[in-house]
Nanobody, 117 residues
């Protein structure tokens, strides 16, 4: 089992920045991917960014150049630095951990990010 706890959400003006943090605990050794997803009201949950156990990153197209995902393996933390925020970035942001063998998928409780225009 893996437990994920997000923090760092809040209200920010357009053009501003926020840093989300996710603390992971439990069977961390089994995790292949750590990532961030977001879900706006009435919409599906979409990938924002992910980072592999080896440090390779992947971003959704609309986040490239604005968001940066990173991890601190010593602290079992994953971060999402968000810059140049837009009102359309408003959503609940979820931390995700995924293992391939056996296939497991874990979610945090989510943190609200609201960007005002």
């Amino acid at each position: 089992q893996v437990q994920l706890v997000e923090s760092g959400g809040g209200l920010v003006q357009a053009g501003g920045s926020l840093r989300l943090s996710c603390a992971a605990s439990g069977s961390i050794f089994s995790i292949d991917f750590l990532g961030w997803y977001r879900q706006a009201p009435g919409k599906q949950r979409d990938l924002v960014a992910l980072i592999t156990s080896g440090g390779t990153t992947h971003y959704a197209d609309s986040m490239k150049g604005r968001f940066t995902i990173s991890r601190d393996n010593a602290k079992n933390m994953v971060y999402l630095e968000m810059n140049s925020l837009k009102p359309e970035d408003t959503a609940v942001y979820y931390c995700n951990a995924r293992s391939l063998a056996p296939p497991q998928n874990y979610w945090g409780q989510g943190t609200q990010v609201t960007v005002s225009s």
